[in-house]
């Protein structure tokens, strides 16, 4: 309880009237020195986040990591090249040949623009940076705009303490390092900052009920979905907990002003990308959104039915809005399924139902199960990505039940739809990381308030005013509110209409619940066993600092186009792929056509400037699955179909020298998969032995003969003599063997990449064609000598 609520009556009329001011000076210093002291804490969270990630640029170099960026820079630096019109009808004929690809239709371009932006605004001040640096550097600094997102969400729900804790978790959360990194140019880098940053807006909407936050809400949601598909999280999150406050009772004109507005304008907005389009309409993800307007308005009526009439008129109103409310939401959902029905997934995309059902990717569409990052995660890694935030998450969800408001009502559902998607799919603990932060963070603070209360009150035998949670504005009745009292003045002076209005706004936002404060006061733990948990929760802390620096510096900073090992003679680079790359670059003709399995799609377009036949980008099943069919192929059958599509060198990755895990081999059975999922005669029993997949002497005659066994060990016995796979751990089984219709013509210092050329026909049969001439020339030779023995015939 506060001081000036123990006060009686006769005691506060006694006072003078400037008593006011001169007792909240102290106060407001204080808070204008916790405002500079938060600034500058932020300041150094951000640093934090920058510097964090820059131990790929320190021990390695400033280069392009993983697959996909080497795409998205390739797209970047044609904006910066040719301008934001030609990047819009950009048809890419260097991809996915002979169909080709039009980028800007089938690309988010919200990294693209943003770091193109970056560069022409750098260029206009005289600072020359190249594109492929403003590339290599937009993540980390993205990083810490996430980190400052994360403080204001945390903020809104739970105060400016628990936001300092939860931005200063997520700076360093290696779930989030492991996509934004130095380099690491994915869509990720930006759309984890406008996922939180509409978040934010979305719940400082609903506590102040301000149409423009609302319409910045709109405007996030925008950028989100220029820039990552996973904009579906949000447009069904929010609905979800809007449907949520409406079935708990909690409905409030702040409500429907951060919702109806969010709706609206940003459907509409998201239509305007091309990538989406009409699917902001017409697909399934988007339409809970939509059902969720209709029910908010239905209960927006009843309620405004509700203050203008009697009881007994509003009885019968209401019968008949419900009634008219229902007839339109079921007219709207017949519409929907008859939109739906005639798709054979009922409207949804196939990673959508990979998330509803985890088996639907592997029974239907293997191209979806074949990407690591679509793997459930393992326990293990949750305690990598997120350490010890896993056993602080609890706390968390506690904590924002006491009291539990519509800010924290929405972090409990963001948390628990979160983690059940991590589960699914090993991708999304990205979306995980900033809600663990979050809720971490709320239970940090909570814990310290405690703890150090507990110390001043055993030390100095006082307890501190209770704090006011931006968050904690939950509705509570008039007795349970402990009133200022007016003091002489105000009650003279009578205010406008305007400035009535603003004070009983602020007046219902800063009202704290009775029972807070009761248990704040009560909540007071010993001296000894207060300390004893500071301390722990000091290591805590550090343990996970710790852990943080060690992911950032040696588990995520590693280039996957750069590999590093270490043994007892020190460390080894493998430098193969951009060796391989190099190679085709300058030895092959620029039209030519490169197959290789859709893996290195990105990158043999971005470095080696050669057209390729798939990518990364998996839009065309089929086209993949010929290149599978062609690797799961004998020799003959799979020359015909890459001469079919005019490829003329076949790239394959073998890691069995060096003992690289990710090699062609290991997925040689996705391969077949996706192939046999097309072309019904590639069948996956026919390359196992006994169920198990082996490549030594107990492979099938299926598996040793097809093109990608023979691609990957070709001369693999001159190497050590046996033929041993340092991958599988056991020596192949056909080890001398040749080539009759393609021909090695580079292969990498330590083997990772070899690349093949394909032989013409006229190579192929010369043999045949001598035979012929010479027995044609021997028919011919002895039809002379008859016609010389009988000159009359």
């Given at each position: 309880?506060?001081?000036?609520?123990?006060?009686?009556?006769?005691?506060?009329?006694?006072?003078?009237?400037?008593?006011?001011?001169?007792?909240?000076?102290?106060?407001?210093?204080?808070?204008?020195?916790?405002?500079?002291?938060?600034?500058?804490?932020?300041?150094?969270?951000?640093?934090?986040?920058?510097?964090?990630?820059?131990?790929?640029?320190?021990?390695?170099?400033?280069?392009?990591?993983?697959?996909?960026?080497?795409?998205?820079?390739?797209?970047?630096?044609?904006?910066?090249?040719?301008?934001?019109?030609?990047?819009?009808?950009?048809?890419?004929?260097?991809?996915?040949?002979?169909?080709?690809?039009?980028?800007?239709?089938?690309?988010?371009?919200?990294?693209?623009?943003?770091?193109?932006?970056?560069?022409?605004?750098?260029?206009?001040?005289?600072?020359?940076?190249?594109?492929?640096?403003?590339?290599?550097?937009?993540?980390?600094?993205?990083?810490?705009?996430?980190?400052?997102?994360?403080?204001?969400?945390?903020?809104?729900?739970?105060?400016?303490?628990?936001?300092?804790?939860?931005?200063?978790?997520?700076?360093?959360?290696?779930?989030?390092?492991?996509?934004?990194?130095?380099?690491?140019?994915?869509?990720?880098?930006?759309?984890?900052?406008?996922?939180?940053?509409?978040?934010?807006?979305?719940?400082?909407?609903?506590?102040?009920?301000?149409?423009?936050?609302?319409?910045?809400?709109?405007?996030?949601?925008?950028?989100?979905?220029?820039?990552?598909?996973?904009?579906?999280?949000?447009?069904?999150?929010?609905?979800?907990?809007?449907?949520?406050?409406?079935?708990?009772?909690?409905?409030?004109?702040?409500?429907?002003?951060?919702?109806?507005?969010?709706?609206?304008?940003?459907?509409?907005?998201?239509?305007?990308?091309?990538?989406?389009?009409?699917?902001?309409?017409?697909?399934?993800?988007?339409?809970?959104?939509?059902?969720?307007?209709?029910?908010?308005?239905?209960?927006?009526?009843?309620?405004?039915?509700?203050?203008?009439?009697?009881?007994?008129?509003?009885?019968?109103?209401?019968?008949?809005?419900?009634?008219?409310?229902?007839?339109?939401?079921?007219?709207?959902?017949?519409?929907?399924?008859?939109?739906?029905?005639?798709?054979?997934?009922?409207?949804?995309?196939?990673?959508?139902?990979?998330?509803l059902d985890p088996t639907y990717a592997s029974k239907y569409i293997p191209i979806i199960a074949s990407v690591s990052e679509h793997q459930p995660p393992t326990w293990p890694s949750y305690f990598m990505d997120i350490n010890v935030l896993a056993f602080l998450v609890p706390a968390g969800i506690i904590a924002c039940f006491l009291p539990l408001s519509d800010a924290s009502a929405f972090a409990v559902l963001y948390i628990v739809t979160s983690v059940y998607f991590s589960g699914v799919m090993v991708r999304?603990?990205?979306?995980?990381?900033?809600?663990?932060?979050?809720?971490?963070?709320?239970?940090?603070?909570?814990?310290?308030?405690?703890?150090?209360?507990?110390?001043?009150?055993?030390?100095?035998?006082?307890?501190?005013?209770?704090?006011?949670?931006?968050?904690?504005?939950?509705?509570?009745?008039?007795?349970?509110?402990?009133?200022?009292?007016?003091?002489?003045?105000?009650?003279?002076?009578?205010?406008?209409?305007?400035?009535?209005?603003?004070?009983?706004?602020?007046?219902?936002?800063?009202?704290?619940?009775?029972?807070?404060?009761?248990?704040?006061?009560?909540?007071?733990?010993?001296?000894?066993?207060?300390?004893?948990?500071?301390?722990?929760?000091?290591?805590?802390?550090?343990?996970?600092?710790?852990?943080?620096?060690?992911?950032?510096?040696?588990?995520?900073?590693?280039?996957?186009?750069?590999?590093?090992?270490?043994?007892?003679?020190?460390?080894?680079v493998f430098d193969d792929f951009r060796e391989a790359y190099g190679w085709l670059r300058h030895n092959t003709e620029v039209d030519d056509k490169v197959a290789s399995w859709w893996d290195y799609g990105y990158q043999t377009t971005a470095m080696a400037n050669r057209t390729v036949i798939v990518d990364n980008n998996t839009w065309n099943n089929t086209h993949i699955a010929t290149v599978g069919t062609a690797m799961s192929s004998p020799e003959k059958a799979a020359w015909e179909i890459f001469n079919s599509l005019d490829v003329k060198y076949v790239l394959v990755v073998f890691g069995g020298l060096v003992g690289y895990p990710s090699d062609d081999i290991n997925k040689f059975l996705w391969m077949v998969r996706i192939g046999g999922g097309v072309f019904p005669h590639i069948?996956?029993?026919?390359?196992?032995?006994?169920?198990?997949?082996?490549?030594?002497?107990?492979?099938?005659?299926?598996?040793?003969?097809?093109?990608?066994?023979?691609?990957?060990?070709?001369?693999?016995?001159?190497?050590?003599?046996?033929?041993?796979?340092?991958?599988?751990?056991?020596?192949?089984?056909?080890?001398?063997?040749?080539?009759?219709?393609?021909?090695?013509?580079?292969?990498?210092?330590?083997?990772?990449?070899?690349?093949?050329?394909?032989?013409?026909?006229?190579?192929?049969?010369?043999?045949?064609?001598?035979?012929?001439?010479?027995?044609?020339?021997?028919?011919?030779?002895?039809?002379?000598?008859?016609?010389?023995?009988?000159?009359?015939?």
């Amino acid at each position: 309880m506060s001081e000036i609520g123990n006060l009686n009556p006769q005691t506060q009329e006694s006072r003078p009237s400037m008593a006011a001011p001169v007792d909240q000076q102290p106060t407001t210093l204080r808070n204008a020195f916790g405002n500079v002291f938060s600034f500058f804490i932020l300041l150094l969270i951000g640093v934090i986040a920058f510097s964090i990630r820059l131990f790929s640029v320190i021990k390695y170099e400033s280069v392009i990591h993983e697959f996909d960026p080497y795409f998205n820079y390739r797209v970047t630096q044609f904006l910066t090249k040719s301008g934001v019109y030609d990047f819009w009808n950009w048809f890419d004929d260097r991809t996915w040949y002979p169909l080709g690809r039009v980028i800007g239709g089938t690309v988010y371009p919200g990294l693209t623009l943003t770091a193109g932006t970056i560069w022409r605004v750098l260029h206009a001040l005289n600072i020359p940076l190249s594109v492929e640096t403003v590339c290599v550097f937009t993540a980390p600094i993205f990083s810490a705009f996430a980190s400052w997102a994360t403080y204001l969400l945390t903020k809104e729900i739970k105060g400016a303490g628990a936001g300092l804790t939860a931005a200063a978790l997520l700076a360093m959360v290696p779930s989030y390092i492991s996509r934004s990194v130095a380099g690491s140019y994915d869509n990720e880098a930006v759309a984890i900052f406008a996922l939180i940053f509409t978040f934010y807006l979305y719940v400082k909407t609903v506590n102040t009920g301000s149409l423009f936050y609302a319409t910045l809400n709109a405007i996030a949601y925008f950028y989100m979905v220029c820039s990552w598909g996973g904009y579906t999280f949000i447009i069904n999150l929010i609905p979800m907990h809007v449907l949520l406050c409406i079935v708990t009772g909690r409905y409030s004109p702040r409500l429907y002003i951060a919702y109806a507005p969010f709706v609206i304008l940003g459907t509409l907005l998201a239509a305007l990308v091309p990538v989406v389009g009409f699917n902001a309409l017409m697909t399934s993800e988007h339409f809970a959104s939509f059902l969720v307007f209709i029910i908010l308005h239905v209960v927006a009526l009843v309620y405004y039915i509700k203050g203008i009439l009697s009881p007994q008129m509003f009885k019968v109103a209401v019968t008949l809005v419900v009634s008219v409310g229902l007839i339109i939401c079921f007219a709207v959902l017949a519409v929907l399924v008859a939109l739906v029905a005639s798709s054979p997934t009922k409207g949804w995309s196939g990673r959508s139902l990979s998330l509803l059902d985890p088996t639907y990717a592997s029974k239907y569409i293997p191209i979806i199960a074949s990407v690591s990052e679509h793997q459930p995660p393992t326990w293990p890694s949750y305690f990598m990505d997120i350490n010890v935030l896993a056993f602080l998450v609890p706390a968390g969800i506690i904590a924002c039940f006491l009291p539990l408001s519509d800010a924290s009502a929405f972090a409990v559902l963001y948390i628990v739809t979160s983690v059940y998607f991590s589960g699914v799919m090993v991708r999304l603990m990205l979306v995980l990381a900033p809600a663990a932060c979050i809720m971490s963070g709320i239970a940090l603070s909570q814990a310290f308030d405690v703890f150090t209360r507990s110390v001043k009150f055993q030390l100095f035998g006082k307890t501190e005013k209770p704090q006011i949670n931006a968050g904690d504005t939950s509705s509570v009745t008039q007795n349970e509110v402990v009133k200022p009292e007016k003091s002489e003045e105000t009650v003279k002076e009578r205010p406008s209409r305007k400035s009535r209005k603003k004070e009983k706004e602020k007046e219902n936002i800063e009202k704290v619940p009775l029972v807070s404060q009761v248990e704040k006061k009560l909540l007071v733990l010993p001296l000894e066993a207060s300390v004893i948990s500071l301390f722990l929760l000091v290591l805590l802390g550090a343990f996970y600092v710790v852990h943080c620096v060690w992911a950032a510096a040696e588990a995520y900073s590693a280039p996957s186009i750069v590999l590093t090992s270490r043994s007892h003679d020190g460390l080894h680079v493998f430098d193969d792929f951009r060796e391989a790359y190099g190679w085709l670059r300058h030895n092959t003709e620029v039209d030519d056509k490169v197959a290789s399995w859709w893996d290195y799609g990105y990158q043999t377009t971005a470095m080696a400037n050669r057209t390729v036949i798939v990518d990364n980008n998996t839009w065309n099943n089929t086209h993949i699955a010929t290149v599978g069919t062609a690797m799961s192929s004998p020799e003959k059958a799979a020359w015909e179909i890459f001469n079919s599509l005019d490829v003329k060198y076949v790239l394959v990755v073998f890691g069995g020298l060096v003992g690289y895990p990710s090699d062609d081999i290991n997925k040689f059975l996705w391969m077949v998969r996706i192939g046999g999922g097309v072309f019904p005669h590639i069948k996956e029993p026919d390359y196992l032995r006994d169920g198990q997949y082996r490549i030594d002497a107990q492979a099938t005659p299926t598996m040793l003969n097809c093109l990608m066994y023979k691609l990957s060990y070709y001369r693999f016995v001159e190497t050590d003599g046996k033929g041993f796979d340092r991958v599988r751990h056991t020596e192949i089984g056909k080890k001398y063997f040749k080539l009759t219709h393609f021909e090695e013509v580079f292969t990498t210092h330590h083997w990772m990449v070899r690349i093949y050329k394909l032989k013409p026909p006229r190579n192929r049969t010369r043999g045949k064609n001598k035979k012929l001439k010479s027995k044609t020339s021997s028919t011919t030779s002895k039809r002379g000598r008859a016609t010389k023995r009988n000159p009359w015939s």
